[in-house]
């Protein structure tokens, strides 16, 4: 069974900066894509970043160049790296997981960003 499990959310000011994680289980990130999505209230889930199993990272406009996803095949683990973060940023963050079984999603955790 494929697990999928976010840390590294919180409150951050304006201009701040976090670093998600999302380790997975039952799964490597190192054969399939992995992407990071957020839902803001009110609003419906949007993508953020993938890191393909093969080719380019990928970014979403309004994160391009402020956001990095990486990837650490030893620990099965992808980071969302999140800089000059603004209040627009604010939302839960979910991990996905595409693989030949289907996609799988974490629980979320949750970015506020506010002064």
């Known amino acids: 069974q494929v697990q999928l499990v976010e840390s590294g959310g919180g409150l951050v000011q304006p201009g701040g900066s976090l670093r998600l994680s999302c380790e997975a289980s039952g799964s490597r990130f190192s054969s399939n894509a992995v992407g990071w999505y957020r839902q803001a209230p009110g609003k419906q889930r949007e993508f953020v970043a993938i890191?393909?199993?093969?080719?380019?990272?990928n970014y979403a406009d309004s994160v391009k160049g402020r956001f990095t996803i990486s990837r650490d095949n030893a620990k099965n683990t992808v980071y969302l790296q999140m800089n000059s973060l603004t209040p627009e940023d604010t939302a839960v963050y979910y991990c996905r997981h595409f693989t030949t079984r289907g996609s799988y999603w974490g629980q979320g955790t949750q970015v506020t960003v506010s002064s």
């Open positions: 890191f393909p199993s093969g080719g380019n990272t």
